[in-house]
Structure formats: C-alpha cells, structure tokens
C-alpha cells in the first residue's frame, strides 16, 4: 500500500468523515484513498469555496472535517478559507501535496503561507511514520481546536508503507472539558449574589445544548438576562428573558439593558470589540467576569474582575451548586419582560419603509423572508454592507441555526458557508444570504448547490455597490465610481445553473418565493432582490471602527 492511500484510509478510521475539495495529481491518491475508506468527498469548483464549505460543516456538526488541495496554487486558492477558519479555532485538517523541489513551478513555501494565517503545521515525512503522522494531525485540529496543514510530499505519497505501519488507529478521544476550581466557581457566586442586573453574554464556546441548558438554571436562579455573541445567536431561542445578539447587531433595547447591567458575563465568549462595541455596552461601574476553557482568552480584550479557567457548562453547574438562597428577582422585572416581549426584535423596531416600485427595502424584505420561509432553517450569511439584515430579521431556531464565518471579515464565503451547514443539517432549508458582490465572486459554487440536490435558498442584497464603501466614503463626497457597477442580472446567472429564480423589486414579487416553497423545491431558488441603497446599515459605522 502506498503512504497516499494509507494516510486517507488513517485519516477517515481517526474520525474524519467527510472530505471537502478539488482535486489534482497531488491529492488524487489520497483523496480517493479516503472515499475508498468510507469518507464522503464533496467537489467544490473552487479551493476557496472548498476552504470554508469545510470551515461551516466542522462548525456545525461539531467534529474535524478535512479539506483536500493539489499542492501550490490549490493551496494558495484556499487561504483566504484557511485564514477564516484558522482565525475562528475551527478543528479542520487541511491536506496539501507538496511539490519540495524548488525548481518545480508547483514550489512555494506551504510551511510559511500557513504560519501568517494562523494556521499551524505538519508534515508527512516517511512511510514508516505516515499514519501516526495523519493521525496526530486530526488530534491536534480537535484537542486543541485549530486548523492543521498537513503536507504530504509528493516523493513520500509514492512510498510503500513497510508491513504493520499501516495499521489503523482508533480516533482520538473527544477533547476532555476543563474542570473549573472550586475558589473560582465561589468567587463567582459571591459576585453573582452581589448583582442586581445580571446580563450573561454566551459564545462559541456556549454552543452546546449542555451549556445552553446549564446557563438558563443559572440565569433563572440570579434573575440574569441572556444575550449572545453573533456566533452563537440562537442558542437562547424561545427564552422570554433573551436580548438575542449582544454588539454592533443588538437592536435599541438590547444595548440599552446591557449598557445598564451592572454585571456582565461572558461565557465561552472573546468579549471583544463586536459583542460590546468597543466597550460602549459596559456601563462605568459595571463588573466584567470571563468564563472560557482557554486561560490565554481571559482578559484578551478587556479587562476583568474576575476570570475563570473551565469549561461553560460545568462552570455554570458548579456556581449552582455553590449558590446559596433562593431564586433571585434580579434584572427580571415585569417591565423589562414587557419590553424584552414588544421590542427585543428588530423585526419589532418601527421604521421608515424607503422601498420603491423599483427597488424594495432589506428590511421589508428581510420581514417578508422569515414569514415565508420555513423556521427550521441553517442560515450562512456573507460580508457586506446588507449583512446585518439576513442575520438580524430572519429568526433562526437554535444555536445551528447561523453558520457565522466573518472573523476574516472576508466577502465570498457566504454561499460556501451555507454549502458546508447544509450539509451538516440536511433535515433543514438552507439559506444562503448575500450580497451582489460576494455572490459574484463566489457564483461558480452555485454549480456546487445544484449538483448535490440541495433545496436551497439564495437571498441576494443587490444594490450594484459594495454598498459599506459607497456609505462610508459618499457622505464625505468620494467619488465612488470604483465601488459601483452597472445593474446584473443575477437571477438569469442562476437560471444558467440550473436554479429557479426571481426577480423581486417590491412586496409583491415574493409571491413565487412562497410557490416555491409550497411547491415540490425539485431545484434551488435564487432571490435576486434589487435593494434600495440610500443608506448604510445601522452596524456599519462599528465596523469601521475595528479596521
């Protein structure tokens, strides 16, 4: 057997199950050595669209996913995919041939590439040791929640693996929870006694039902409001004392509540610059606490009171247990639960509708989408000026119900994201939400929705611009012919691939949105709205802020 096919068939039995990619002579052995061995391998047609279809699919279902590239330029097609995922600690296993003869045309420093992204390294470097290689590699991407590059030479890959070093590991052990200590759970309590406005903001490292469950009982028994990251949105879904995203997406009630907690707690979650706008959401006396398993998180953005090393879900077990008397009244008041109930939505926000009879307002739009469309749903949203909108205005049912991969802050990756969710959720409708300017850049991936039968949805914000340009730079009277472009036509862009389209301009249009969703969905819709334009989004300013 040769090291190619060894490390695939190692790769899959070490747990990873499905293999994103496209594939070249250098990864052609490998990738069909993985399939051989029970892998499923998904064909994007571009590496950047493979990156982060891999990206979305090991967030949501929670386990390692690999991405497979042909070496050079496969690689270097994939970094911007490679950079989200290093950036947000997503356990990913990327597979690289590698061309080591600096003469080749293939040649380029793969190690070094990886390295400025973030992403750490490995190497396959020989047959005796090639399967305990692939498998350290896909211990690390899960104990340690990164991104792998593994190399795999090409002269290596040709090798015979001796006898007995092709035998198969077991796959790693699932990565073992942080017990908090027992003086840090008390000190927590005691501040949690002291509190009379509690406000607990939940991350990534919350997007468990366990940690869900665990922080409602807590929140319940200190009279605390829940808000999250806009990673892990949705993971208080249906709670009456949930303010829904915490940050530069927080609708007017929200940010008010939480500029008025005099406890924040942050729960697996960076407390960085988006989720409490560059701190203007932390009041002058409030008391600052971070819970995350990883000791270097604590404090990174903010400074803290008090920080706790563990786990989320055993941490807000252990303080529950150190609580003494009974349940607390807290934030939760009957005119806060009035409020959070009237007007914690932006769907519930009064606004000016601007549309026309030739272009409708997103937020019109928006509403209209999550009345149609079903509610057991995975959302991937793209970058842009319109992003706020699909993300805010369409409800989602839980904490995998918005695949968020903005840490690159990269337009593009919208409809690979929603790719790799819906293929971790295949029981719900996926819905891709872009702006025109990713959906072009990505729209070859829309081969990629078709050819695998997915019953998605694609939403385009199409305002001819990269519209966070034309509204940072016109008030100021730049010329803004650089960021705007002649109309398209992108529903007849997705009729070439197959999709049914429509064109929508006004309310009325979304008439065929609902057909088709009553209808047999035997093909994909693409939604080319044609957005009003006349101004930026209310997070935009915030995130210009953070360039």
Not at 67 to 75: A, R, S
């Amino acid at each position: 057997m040769k090291v190619a096919e060894a490390v695939g068939r190692a790769l899959v039995a070490a747990g990873v199950d499905r293999v994103f990619g496209v594939v070249g002579s250098g990864n052609f052995h490998l990738t069909n050595g993985m399939v051989a061995a029970g892998s499923r391998f998904v064909a994007a047609r571009h590496e950047g669209g493979a990156a982060t279809m891999a990206d979305a699919y090991a967030r949501m279902s929670g386990t390692v996913a690999a991405l497979t590239v042909h070496q050079g330029p496969g690689l270097t097609n994939a970094l911007t995919g490679i950079t989200e995922a290093a950036k947000s600690r997503t356990p990913l296993v990327v597979l690289a041939a590698e061309a080591t003869e600096p003469r080749s045309n293939f040649y380029v420093d793969q190690e070094a590439l990886a390295h400025a992204v973030g992403a750490v390294t490995a190497r396959v470097t020989s047959a005796q040791d090639a399967v305990g290689q692939a498998c350290a590699a896909v211990r690390r991407a899960l104990h340690e929640r990164r991104t792998v590059l593994l190399q795999l030479p090409l002269e290596v890959q040709a090798l015979d693996v001796p006898d007995g070093a092709a035998a198969l590991a077991a796959a790693p052990p699932v990565r073992a929870a942080v017990e908090p200590a027992a003086a840090d759970t008390a000190a927590l309590a005691e501040v949690l006694e002291q509190s009379r406005r509690p406000v607990f903001v939940a991350g990534r490292g919350a997007r468990t039902p366990g940690g869900r469950d665990a922080l409602a009982e807590l929140a319940e028994r200190y009279g605390a409001l829940l808000a999250t990251s806009a990673v892990a949105r949705g993971l208080f879904h249906g709670n009456p004392w949930s303010l829904d995203v915490s940050g530069g997406f927080s609708s007017p009630l929200a940010a008010e509540l939480i500029q008025e907690a005099d406890l924040i707690v942050g729960w697996g979650c960076a407390l960085n610059m988006w989720t409490m706008r560059h701190g203007r959401l932390i009041g002058p006396d409030t008391t600052v606490v971070q819970v995350d398993d990883d000791t270097s998180a604590l404090g990174a953005h903010r400074e803290v009171r008090l920080g706790v090393t563990g786990d989320v879900e055993l941490t807000a077990r252990r303080v529950l247990l150190d609580a003494g008397g009974g349940q607390r009244q807290g934030y939760r008041s009957a005119d806060v639960a009035a409020a959070v109930a009237a007007r914690v939505r932006w769907r519930d926000v009064p606004y000016e509708d601007t549309s026309t009879r030739e272009r409708i307002d997103p937020r019109t739009l928006s509403i209209a989408l999550d009345d149609l469309l079903p509610a057991e749903r995975v959302i991937g949203v793209d970058s842009g000026n319109f992003m706020g909108y699909p993300s805010m205005y369409l409800s989602v049912p839980d904490h995998n119900g918005l695949c968020f991969t903005q840490a690159f802050q990269s337009i593009g990756l919208g409809l690979a994201t929603a790719i790799g969710a819906a293929l971790a959720h295949p029981d719900r409708l996926p819905v891709a939400a872009l702006g025109d300017g990713g959906a072009l850049m990505s729209a070859v991936e829309l081969d990629t929705v078709r050819r695998l039968g997915l019953p998605m949805v694609v939403v385009v914000y199409n305002d001819d611009a990269y519209g966070a340009e034309v509204h940072h730079f016109g008030p100021d009277g730049h010329p803004l012919d650089t960021v705007q472009f002649p109309p398209t036509d992108i529903a007849a862009v997705g009729r070439g691939y197959g999709f049914e389209t429509v064109t929508v301009r006004t309310s009325a249009d979304l008439k065929a949105v609902e057909d088709w969703v009553v209808g047999p969905r035997s093909a994909p819709l693409l939604i080319d709205a044609k957005v009003v334009s006349d101004r930026g989004a209310w997070w935009l300013e915030e995130a210009f802020r953070g360039h």
